[in-house]
């Protein structure tokens, strides 16, 4: 494997930590502390950054394309492939780094934009500089004032020193469930609501006021930055070949130390379960992947390998690398419930199967969970899921009937207990799967 | 050339005039929105789906081309 980086930058040694190997427990990285730990931003001087004939930016795509880099805000699509589809449609580019994490579950790209701001920002720059943009775009929860604030002065501090060819410009968007995903944020800053649009037409063919768009994660745009310096092998160099590279999960629930993780792609669940510090009660199974993602048993779960393809084979989703683990003393169908509610109340209401389908949905999930379901729920739910899969403009009513139908398999025989004899013992547990307060939540669209 | 149909569901806001005029190829859910039976539209109901494409209120119904089996998403 040839590996052309396009700075001199010697690579670490070290196998893991990559993105959070700079990360202070206490304070952001600070742009001269990130200088020293990674060396300069690898971009060519400017005399030679479009000079015709040598197609610098299009060698940046073609290393991303075979360093293997995939999306790591849930999709896992091949970021090189992107880059190359938006550079292909007609028009100037703009390029979108996503911080919105929508997920209740997750706080890695929270954890990234806190701690290691400049690693966003050099991959928000060299993504620009590769599909060749003039318009850049930060986006992030507005109503997290701290971090728009230190990621001002990030920016500020890369201003001052003339970092950044094009000026990155932050956004604050709606924390809402659905507004993290790509349409929703590419309407937002086209000026609408921040609720997602029907596609086609997808963001790289008309994005932002109608000019060809690549919305990235942040923590794909930082793995981004770390390629560029050390090159495609050196990315290989962790994870599988088929899905290359390290990965940033988000552990909770029942494990002794729940957090955020750096792991090599591939890394068995049961392995970072361990890593997390091990059960800290007797589990039951594991949500893998987030909202979006599946109900696993644990034994089953084990030893998957954490990647998009090893997880699609046992009926699970990657999702953007959340796993939380659920002791046997909990109510899996009362944790259904409750997120699936969660969910209901985050519809955009803008497509009848979701705006209806998912608040009966949650009603019958509650009733089974807490009430029973007089042996009518679960034929009642079996009904209602084909009436509201694959019928929205987004994914978020598949993410939660997706949900439903592993928890109905996985759980199926405390299901039957259920809708035959009432609630368990596990209803009376307090909630394990984490759901934003009445108050942290924004009831706004815009 | 063959031609299938299709439902941007934001647009929709359930009338229920395609179901009406085609009730061959639509059927509605328990909420008034319509369920395709199947997206591709054969020859003889061409006629029809177009008058329901016509009919819609909100420009919800969408008659595409499609030029083989390999359909955008």
């Known amino acids: ?96 780094a996503n911080g919105s994490e929508g997920e209740p579950a997750s706080c890695k790209d929270r954890l990234l934009l806190t701690r290691a701001p400049h690693l966003i920002l050099d991959g928000i720059t060299l ?64 000026g609408g609501p921040a609720k997602p649009t029907f596609s086609p037409p997808r963001p790289h063919e008309r994005g932002v006021r109608g000019r060809p768009t690549l919305v990235n994660n942040v923590e794909t745009l930082a793995h981004l930055a770390l390629i560029a310096r050390y090159g495609d092998g050196w990315f290989r160099g962790v994870g599988t070949p088929s899905a290359p590279g390290s990965t940033l999960v988000t552990v909770g629930g029942a494990v002794a130390r729940p957090g955020v993780y750096e792991i090599e792609m591939g890394t068995p669940i049961g392995e970072l379960v361990m890593k997390a510090g091990g059960p800290s009660e007797r589990l039951q199974a594991l949500l893998v992947g987030g909202y979006f993602g599946a109900w696993l048993p ?25 796993v939380i683990a659920l002791p046997v003393t909990a109510c899996a169908l009362a944790e259904t419930a409750r997120v699936v509610s969660y969910l209901a109340e985050e519809t955009a209401a803008q497509c009848g199967p979701c705006m209806f389908g998912l608040p009966a949905l949650a009603d019958t999930l509650i009733e089974l969970a807490y009430q029973g379901g007089w042996g009518r ?70 | 050339m063959t031609y299938r149909l299709r439902v941007n ?34 020859a003889g109901l061409m006629e029809h789906a177009r008058r329901a494409v016509d009919a819609c209120p909100t420009l919800a119904l969408l008659l595409e081309e499609t030029t083989g089996p390999s359909l955008l998403s």
Do not use: N
């Not at chain 1, 931003?41 to 060698?59: F, H, S, T, V």
């Not at chain 1, 644990?298 to 699970?316: F, I, N, S």
């Not at chain 1, 997706?402 to 996985?410: G, K």
């Not at chain 2, 359930?14 to 179901?19: K, L, N, S, T, W």
């Open chain 2, 9 to 42: 569901p934001i647009a929709c806001t359930a009338h229920g005039m395609c179901a009406e005029l085609l009730p061959e190829l639509i059927e509605l859910d328990p909420w008034g929105y319509p369920i395709l039976l199947s997206p591709a539209v054969p």
């Open chain 1, 298 to 322: 644990a034994e089953l779960a084990w030893p998957v390998p954490m990647t998009h393809a090893d997880l699609r084979a046992v009926g699970g989703a990657m999702g953007a690398g959340m």
């Open chain 1, 377 to 446: 729920a679960i034929k009642a739910i079996a009904t209602l899921v084909p009436l509201i899969e694959k019928r929205g403009a987004c994914r978020h009513p598949d993410g939660a009937t997706q949900l439903v139908r592993s928890a109905l398999t996985a759980f199926a025989a405390d299901a039957r207990w259920h809708d035959r004899h009432g609630p368990c013992h596990g209803v009376g547990r307090a909630p394990l799967l984490p759901i934003p307060s009445d108050e942290e939540r924004d009831w706004d669209w815009t």
């Open chain 1, 127 to 190: 993504a620009a500089y590769a599909v060749e943009a003039d318009e850049v775009h930060l986006v992030v929860h507005g109503q997290e004032a701290d971090l728009m604030a230190s990621l001002q002065d990030a920016i500020a501090d890369r201003e001052a020193l003339g970092v950044d060819p094009v000026p990155i410009q932050l956004t604050g968007i709606p924390a809402r469930y659905v507004s993290s995903e790509q349409s929703s944020v590419v309407q937002y800053l086209s």
């Open chain 1, 1 to 96: 494997m040839t590996s052309i980086a396009l700075s001199a930058y010697r690579a670490p040694e070290l196998r893991l930590p990559r993105l959070l190997a700079g990360v202070s427990y206490y304070h952001p990285t600070g742009l001269a502390e990130h200088e020293e730990l990674y060396g300069p931003l690898p971009l060519p001087p400017p005399a030679q950054r479009y000079r015709a004939g040598r197609q610098r930016p299009e060698r940046l795509i073609d290393l991303v394309e075979r360093s293997g880099l995939t999306g790591r805000g849930g999709a896992g699509f091949s970021t090189g492939r992107k880059m190359r589809s938006v550079v292909a449609r007609p028009g100037r580019p703009v390029v979108v």
